[in-house]
């Protein structure tokens, strides 16, 4: 049985309403979990360049609509939620398409709008199969495909629900659950998608991790002393 079948099925809530997490959480996670626990642990925020222009460009989608175009219907601003996931959120846009093979049966397919050019990262997908595995919880039945809408360059990129995707987002789902339970701050790491990120000065990875490799230097260190000695 496949992820998507066995997520039909399940029919007893794993988490309560209270405890129920945001999934737009997800997104931050995949992209730095040091970065996910400043913002939802320490409480942690700071606006740049980038987060300024996501929120500008999601002010159409996430006003609540819906609307009848030919046979499809666009819904936005859409409530979502999964207890087997612990997720809550809102779908920037979910189109109701009427299955052209039966004439009959209408398929949801989410659609995530993200600042930027046509390209594909994890992160994205993931929040996007999240709000698919939602839609499946609600209305009891598949969702196979969806679509990222990239704003700058004003394209679609179709993801396909497959069940490496949704392992993954599963896998993040818990991870994100394990985190806010923790309260626990992971290690700062420096990668090159620092530069670009609004916590930096607040971070500090190069800094942190500098500290690390001289910890774990200086532990090497004693520990051959040690060894030595005995």
């Given at each position: 049985m496949c992820l998507q079948e066995s997520t039909l099925l399940q029919n007893s809530?794993?988490?309560?309403?209270?405890?129920?997490l945001p999934l737009h959480y997800l997104n931050d996670l995949l992209f730095c979990e040091r970065r996910f626990a400043l913002h939802s642990v320490e409480q942690i925020w700071?606006?740049?360049?980038?987060?300024?222009?996501?929120?500008?460009?999601?002010?159409?989608?996430?006003q609540t609509a819906n609307?009848?175009?030919?046979?499809?219907r666009r819904v936005t601003g859409m409530l979502l939620a999964s207890y087997s996931l612990g997720l809550i959120g809102?779908?920037?846009?979910?189109?109701?398409?009427?299955?052209?093979?039966?004439?009959?049966?209408?398929?949801?397919?989410?659609?995530d709008f993200k600042r930027g050019k046509k390209r594909r990262w994890d992160n994205d997908d993931v929040q996007?199969?999240?709000?698919?595995m939602c839609l499946e919880e609600m209305l009891k039945q598949?969702?196979?495909?969806?679509?990222?809408?990239?704003?700058?360059?004003?394209?679609?990129?179709?993801v396909v629900f497959d069940d490496r995707l949704r392992q993954l987002t599963t896998d993040a789902?818990?991870?994100?659950?394990?985190?806010?339970?923790?309260?626990?701050?992971?290690?700062a790491v420096w990668k090159s998608r620092c530069k670009g990120c609004s916590l930096?000065?607040?971070c500090m990875p190069r800094v942190w991790g500098e500290q690390k490799a001289a910890t774990e230097y200086l532990s090497g260190l004693l520990f051959a002393s040690r060894n030595e000695q005995g």
């Open positions: 809530p794993q988490y309560a309403d209270d405890e129920l700071y606006d740049n360049r980038y987060t300024t222009e996501g929120i500008y460009a999601h002010r159409r989608v996430d609307l009848k175009r030919g046979d499809t809102k779908a920037d846009l979910v189109e109701f398409r009427t299955d052209d093979s039966s004439g009959a049966s209408v398929q949801p397919y989410p659609v996007l199969c999240a709000q698919a598949p969702v196979s495909l969806g679509a990222i809408f990239h704003i700058n360059s004003k394209q679609r990129r179709e789902a818990a991870r994100l659950h394990e985190i806010f339970r923790t309260q626990v701050t992971p290690q930096l000065e607040t």
